[in-house]
């Protein structure tokens, strides 16, 4: 993996309506995927494709093609404001994904993640997550952000409940993962919420 050059700073905010480019989460760093990061994250979803499978729709026909897609995508999609992807970094390694989505109308950022399969157990998504939610409050007019998941995804479900997410509701999910059911339970936190109850809450093992 190339060293990010911006990797002493712990944000870099490109605009004041979009994220930080760069976003230290403690034990993970975040930053924003690029057309370079090819290569890398080519090899990182390959070293752990049988583990995002059963709960990844993309994985099932993941290809060098599909990922170079993805990172153009998610360079136009940070210029529009429509979501903003980023890489988690441990050590310099590619060790998942996270993004911002701005999908639900106004007033309101999806997060949507995934962790290769030998980063796991180790607190990374949910310490990606507390960093996004706390840059989501911070852009102008959003009050509430959510995490979807399948139902039959408890790992994925552990991170909003850490987080102080209230679950609202459970809807059909618009692609049915491998190994859940389709069935899409959805979490929600307002800004009022976790001001209230601060970041400071999370657990270092989720």
């Known amino acids: 993996m190339q060293p990010d050059p911006a990797s002493s700073h712990p944000s870099q905010p490109s605009h004041p309506s979009r994220p930080a480019e760069l976003i230290d989460a403690g034990p ?9 990061d090819l290569d890398a994250s ?4 390959l070293s752990s494709l049988e583990h995002l499978r059963p709960w990844m729709p993309w994985a099932a026909d993941f290809s060098r093609t599909a990922q170079a897609e993805f990172l153009a995508g998610s360079e136009r999609d940070w210029e529009s404001g429509a979501t903003f992807n980023y890489a988690m970094l441990v050590d310099g390694e590619i060790a998942g994904s996270i993004g911002l989505m701005a999908r639900l109308g106004p007033g309101a ?20 997550t507390a960093a996004l939610v706390q840059e989501a409050f911070t852009l102008p007019g959003v009050d509430r952000v ?11 479900g552990g991170v909003p409940r850490k987080l102080g997410f209230t679950q609202i509701e459970r809807r059909p999910l618009d692609h049915k993962p491998p190994g859940g ?19 400071g809450n999370v657990s270092e093992h989720g």
């Open 109 to 128: 950022l999806e997060i949507g993640y995934w962790v290769g399969q030998a980063y796991t157990r180790r607190g990374l998504a949910t310490a990606a």
């Open 146 to 156: 959510q995490i979807v998941h399948d139902e039959l995804n408890v790992a994925s």
């Open 42 to 45: 080519c090899q990182a979803v």
């Open 28 to 36: 993970v760093l975040l930053r924003r995927w690029h057309s370079a």
């Open 181 to 199: 059911t389709g069935m899409g339970v959805v979490w929600e936190i307002t800004r009022a919420q976790w001001e209230d109850a601060g970041p």
